[in-house]
């Protein structure tokens, strides 16, 4: 046993083959184990084992690249900035080309929101003015809706009494988004007799989405007139955002 101990200690250790092409569990045989430098310059090591590929790779940079999922069981400690490409993140707003857009009285009217700042993930649709969710999350959004108080003779005029609801609709991106849509509402009073004023309403609000979920802005008002929104080069005046919160 001793000297087999030592026959075992003192013997090389076979030179892993390096190969040219990635490996498959069909070009390994059982058992085999080989290394792979891939275009990115990282050192990929396969072995076969039980009809099954494995893989591990190494960095001379202390790097590490997981293709697939990451799961811990424990507390994930960073103690440097955590970068996540494609997360949901969107900026969008309604650009001078869709100014002056009719809303009409007692009808809930999608806001065109037909220019983006950003769109990471690219989730944000400027043609149906709306968000569709790539995870199951828990998702934020923002938006802001100026209503012109001086494009016509009658926007802008308002009776005590009528309102102003901003909307967030999900699944509902029809031009008359229907009330049971709305997840959310921002509801702003008129409590005396107006003439001639830019109204403004805001809203935000956190709201839990499945995979495919898509959510649109709609305002619904009461005033008895036609109503236009404002916007200018100015994204802030007429303007819809968001982000995934988590993923659940």
Not at 125 to 145: D, E, K, L, P, Q
Not at 172 to 201: P, Q, V
Request: with cysteine.
């Amino acid at each position: 046993m001793i000297r087999e101990a030592r026959r075992t200690q003192n013997s090389k250790q076979d030179k892993i083959q390096i190969v040219k092409s990635q490996p498959s569990v069909n070009s390994l045989r059982e058992g085999q184990e080989v290394t792979y430098i891939a275009k990115s310059n990282r050192l990929e090591r396969y072995r076969k084992e039980k009809g099954r590929l494995w893989v591990s790779y190494m960095d001379t940079d202390n790097s590490y690249t997981v293709n697939k999922d990451l799961n811990v069981g424990g507390n994930l400690n960073l103690s440097s900035k955590l970068i996540t490409r494609n997360y949901p993140a969107f900026a969008s707003n309604q650009s001078t080309s869709a100014d002056a857009q009719t809303l009409s009285h007692n009808n809930s009217t999608t806001i065109h929101f037909d220019e983006e700042n950003y769109d990471n993930g690219n989730n944000f649709n400027t043609s149906n003015y709306s968000f569709t969710a790539s995870y199951n999350g828990i998702y934020h959004f923002n938006a802001r809706v100026l209503l012109d108080g001086d494009n016509t003779s009658a926007d802008g005029d308002y009776d005590a009494g009528e309102q102003i609801q901003l909307r967030l609709n999900k699944n509902d991106r029809t031009t008359n988004a229907a009330s049971g849509a709305a997840i959310a509402i921002s509801r702003f009073f008129i409590f005396t007799d107006l003439e001639d004023k830019f109204m403004y309403n805001a809203i935000s609000s956190d709201i839990k989405l499945d995979t495919g979920d898509y959510v649109s802005v709609s305002v619904w008002q009461n005033s008895g007139v036609v109503q236009t929104t404002f916007a200018t080069t100015n994204s802030y005046f007429t303007a819809f955002t968001g982000h995934l919160v988590c993923a659940i």
